[in-house]
């Protein structure tokens, strides 16, 4: 079998693990299934045969679960559900329990603002007794999803947040910081449980984390002693995160579990699919790509099945459509740019942002239903980023060779080396010299150079971006206490043009999935496979990178 559209042996087999089945035995046959699948009964013969031809490019690719569910009996093709507490009740803390389990169970992840209920050793009036604050409900959701294998295929995605003024939000900030937590009985430390074995159970360590900054804070002394210390954490471990919601955005406090979709409402869903500019020729065959794609997630609002009742009337309400990007870095290394929003970038930009906005709007017209209330969300497109062998997301490029760590057979960790796609495509195509490529690596010296490039392309964009800066191992000559009160001012200054903002500090947690090595040690290695005989390819190494 031809590696045609893939370009890597690891591609396929991404493919054939996660994605081809009786009704998709190739890539091709795939694109025609999901095309016909999700657009058959709104969209002509003609626009369906097109769509599916894109697809088959890989010029755009709809999100995992819309390519996983194409042709099976069940079409929970949404990759994740947004949750918002909604009273601090007892009724509404078990409901928050039975909305997360209701839609992991469908494959997709979830997301939760939990800032309504009470901090920890507030009264209650009804009992007399005290409340146990947000922090163990996160945990509660935590365990829940440890023990959901979302769909029967993948581990649990899980995002939770509290507002930055939230009395509970210092004990947020250090409740990840499992070095500092010992495990009762041990001089160990839930920090070296986690290194050597990455199946540990440490506190939300299914979970990503962050504060919430509203206007209140962005109006006000913004270096608050809060903001420091989320920074200053950021910094070493790489958590909380930031999430940035300002003016008509200030309720747009739910997020889905990698959080490039916002929501004010409760049960509201994600609905994605990316564009990938690294294959895309021309800025006119984007603007028919985005009118097709529109119309395919315009359809998935449609098609889908939801988890309950709730979500479906939050979907016919806002209709959100997640149209992303993937390959942005391999555009500019095409172009022979550095990392940055260049001039004709931001032409093509701009045509994402006005054609979204118009087909997503023209369409649903068309059909009578409600419009989207949002066009726009980039993802991380980890696995189909890796898959199309492109950059992912807005993110450069990784490494341009790597070591990836992958679970096998649902017990035993493996890995391979790898030459990036994209590096591979810019070497052997264009003669690029792989010493000459910006990376992800590289850019963890000039974060500043990451959180401009974010900015630029947010201000196209009506939700938000899921980007994760690389930044060096926190102690080194750029990461360490000096540094956070530059960073945390530098941060401070871009935070009204982001949405959401996350770091990965170079070794912070164990089971990194990535390993930046050496171009000629994977060329010589690339194909052949590992068996670990133990769990964290951090100590292969001496530190790998997460991030993509």
Known sequence: MSLTPFRSEFARTIFNQKYRHESADTW??????????????????????????????MKFIPGGRYLYYAGRAR??????????????????WADTSWKHESALMTGGGTGND????????????????????????????????????????????????????????????????????????????????KRADFNFACPLDMMNISLNYDNAWRDGERLNEIFMLNVREALRHGEPGFSFNFDEKEDETGRNACTEVTSADDCDVCNLGSLNLGRIESIDELADIIRLAQRFLVCGTLRAELPFDRVYEIREKNRRLGLGLMGVHEW?????????????????????????????AAFCDRLGISRPVANRAIAPTGTIGIMAGTTTGIEPLFAVAYQRRYLKGGTDWHYQYEIDGTAREMIDRYGVDPDTIESAVDLAADPERRIAFQADVQDYVDMAISSTINLPQWGSALNNEDTVKPFAETLARYAPRLRGF??????????QPLTAVPYGEARALQGQEFSESYTDVCDLRGGGTCGV
């Open 28 to 57: 091709d046959e795939l694109a025609d299934t999901l095309a016909t699948d999700v657009c058959a009964r709104h969209m002509p013969i003609g626009d369906i045969a097109q769509l599916a031809q894109y697809i088959a490019d």
């Open 75 to 92: 079409k929970f093709f949404n990759n994740c559900f947004i949750f918002k507490s909604r009273e601090d009740t007892r009724e509404d």
């Open 114 to 193: 939990f800032s309504v209920y009470r901090p920890r050793g507030a009264r209650l009036g009804a009992t007399g007794g005290v409340a146990s604050g947000p922090i163990p409900k996160m945990m509660m959701i935590n365990e829940i999803g440890r023990n959901v294998q979302q769909g029967g295929s993948r581990r649990s995605a899980l995002y939770g947040s509290l507002n930055w003024q939230h009395a509970d939000a210092r004990e947020l900030i250090s409740v990840k910081d499992w070095d500092a937590l010992p495990i009762p009985g041990t001089s160990a430390t839930f920090g070296d449980a």
């Open 332 to 360: 500019l290394i095409q172009r022979g740019h550095r990392y940055e929003v260049v001039p004709e970038l931001h032409e093509w930009l701009a045509v994402y942002r006005d054609a979204s906005d118009a087909e997503g």
């Open 502 to 511: 996350t770091v990965y500090p170079d070794g912070a947690r164990g089971g």
